[in-house]
């Protein structure tokens, strides 16, 4: 049965994909990563930065496990 399904799913997928008409690049801005304008993270306050926040998790994630070892 799950063959089945996704067999048909894949077909669905392939026939909707290749009937439809591509949406034009300006409809696409904010959804597609690629040609989304992307922030500078300099711009961004400590707190707001990915490197910080992976940083502290660390460093809490090291001295939880060394507190319960």
């Not at 392939?14 to 801005?29: F, G, H, Q």
């Not at 490197?51 to 060394?66: P, Q, R, W």
């Amino acid at each position: 049965m799950a063959i089945f399904a996704w067999s048909t799913c894949f077909v669905v997928t392939l026939a909707v994909s290749l009937l439809t008409v591509p949406r034009a690049e300006t409809d696409l801005r904010g959804l597609v990563y690629g040609l989304t304008d992307t922030l500078r993270e300099e711009d961004e306050p400590w707190h707001r930065r990915p490197e910080v926040l992976a940083a502290i998790v660390g460093i809490a994630v090291v001295v939880l496990n060394v507190i319960f070892w």
